[in-house]
């Protein structure tokens, strides 16, 4: 049996009432898994660069999932195909400021997540998925 990670999703954001809660939580957890070093901290914080967690001021979403693309192209067929699903434009495909190269889309799922689909420019990956084998 196999199975493939690293392919799908690229990074989660956690809104939550208690910061320093969460904070507390998600270290001992993720101590527990073996990634005691991986805090950093930030207006919120982060693991790694696949989970941040921050405080949730007034947003009516409390979950951001975002997916991988491969290409801008996909993107904004992620955004088209999620609009004629009954998703609700959060954001049209466009360039974000977050780093050079960062293209994403957003939409509202319908229970009002925030799911995003982003692009982060030409790159070379070390393997296309990391490949479990049980």
Same mark, same amino acid.
């Given at each position: 049996?196999?199975?493939?990670?690293?392919?799908?999703?690229?990074?989660?954001?956690?809104?939550?009432?208690?910061?320093?809660?969460?904070?507390?939580?998600?270290? #001992?957890?993720?101590?527990?898994? *073996?990634?005691?070093?991986?805090?950093?901290?930030? $207006? +919120?914080? %982060?693991? /790694?660069?696949? &989970?941040?967690?921050?405080?949730?001021?007034?947003?009516?979403?409390?979950?951001?999932?975002?997916?991988?693309?491969?290409?801008?192209?996909?993107?904004?067929?992620?955004?088209?195909?999620?609009?004629? #699903?009954?998703?609700?434009?959060? *954001?049209?495909?466009?360039?974000?400021?977050?780093? $050079? +190269?960062? %293209?994403? /889309?957003?939409? &509202?799922?319908?229970?009002?997540?925030?799911?995003?689909?982003?692009?982060?420019?030409?790159?070379?990956?070390?393997?296309?998925?990391?490949?479990?084998?049980?």
């Amino acid at each position: 049996m196999q199975f493939h990670r690293g392919r799908l999703v690229d990074h989660i954001h956690l809104r939550v009432a208690d910061l320093d809660a969460s904070k507390n939580f998600y270290r #001992a957890v993720f101590a527990a898994l *073996g990634h005691k070093d991986a805090l950093q901290e930030g $207006p +919120g914080f %982060f693991y /790694a660069d696949e &989970l941040f967690v921050d405080k949730a001021d007034g947003y009516i979403t409390r979950v951001h999932l975002a997916f991988q693309a491969p290409d801008r192209e996909t993107v904004q067929r992620f955004h088209q195909a999620a609009l004629a #699903a009954g998703g609700r434009d959060n *954001g049209a495909p466009g360039e974000r400021p977050y780093h $050079p +190269g960062y %293209f994403g /889309a957003f939409v &509202l799922d319908p229970d009002g997540n925030n799911i995003e689909a982003v692009f982060h420019g030409p790159a070379e990956r070390s393997a296309p998925s990391v490949v479990i084998t049980a």
